[in-house]
């Protein structure tokens, strides 16, 4: 079993629409719950980061992590061409070493 | 500017050459990282480095070599290339001070072994 399992995708929604991506984990050391956003042909990029379980928004992006149920969520609303884009999710015990999960490709059309 | 900065960005190689995936950042960052990414796969860690002469196995280290020998070079070295080797490859760089520090991304080598 993987210790990062993600939701493989790939979606398709319209422009507007609410995205909802997801990861499980099995590492109970995980502190540290990443998004990172990878267009076409270059390297991913932090979108968002949470320490331990919570809530946390930025503008468009809200990322959610359940400890308890080792779940984490990175929600997109009013999504917009500019979106489409890879999404990988990464956690980390520390500083150091990440663990990535597979990616969702998201495609957001007008 | 830069980052980091990976080259070269695309090379064909035939079976049994080998090679160097060169990777700078001029970041000042203690970690760094290399990664492989197989099409529609996430990031497979293959050696990760937390300063100069220390380096150490990822996941997937059959096949390859690190060397780090400064703070902004970590070069990965293929001896033998195969078939299996063709993937997109990544060198990330992060800081080691305190909590998470996120991973900052060159742009990939693409490389396939024919």
């Known amino acids: 079993q993987k210790e990062v399992e993600q939701d493989p995708g790939p979606l398709s929604v319209p422009e507007g629409a609410i995205v909802s991506l997801n990861c499980t984990y099995s590492n109970s050391a995980f502190q540290y719950f990443m998004w990172y956003r990878q267009y076409s042909r270059k390297g991913p990029e932090l979108l968002m980061y949470?320490?331990?379980?919570g809530n946390k928004e930025d503008g468009r992006f809200t990322a959610q992590v359940d400890k308890s149920s080792k779940y984490i969520s990175l929600f997109i609303r009013d999504s917009q061409p500019s979106d489409s884009a890879t999404y990988l999710c990464?956690?980390?015990?520390?500083?150091?070493?990440?663990?990535f999960g597979d990616g969702t490709t998201l495609t957001v059309k007008p | 500017n830069a980052g980091v900065t990976q080259t070269p960005k695309f090379r064909i190689l035939k079976i049994g050459q080998s090679m160097t995936l060169q990777c700078t950042q001029d970041?000042?960052?203690?970690?760094m990282y290399w990664y492989r990414q197989d099409p529609g796969m996430g990031l497979k860690l293959i050696y990760y480095s937390v300063g100069a002469g220390i380096t150490d196995k990822g996941e997937v280290p059959n096949g390859y070599n690190v060397s780090r020998s400064t703070t902004e070079d970590f070069p990965l070295r293929l001896e033998l290339a195969a078939p299996s080797q063709t993937s997109v490859y990544f060198c990330?760089?992060?800081?080691?001070?305190?909590?998470?520090?996120?991973?900052?991304f060159g742009d990939g080598t693409r490389l396939s072994i024919l």
């Open positions: 949470t320490y331990s379980s």
């Open positions: 990464a956690m980390s015990a520390g500083a150091g070493k990440s663990t």
């Open positions: 990330a760089s992060s800081s080691r001070t305190g909590g998470y520090q996120p991973q900052h």
């Open positions: 970041m000042n960052h203690n970690y």
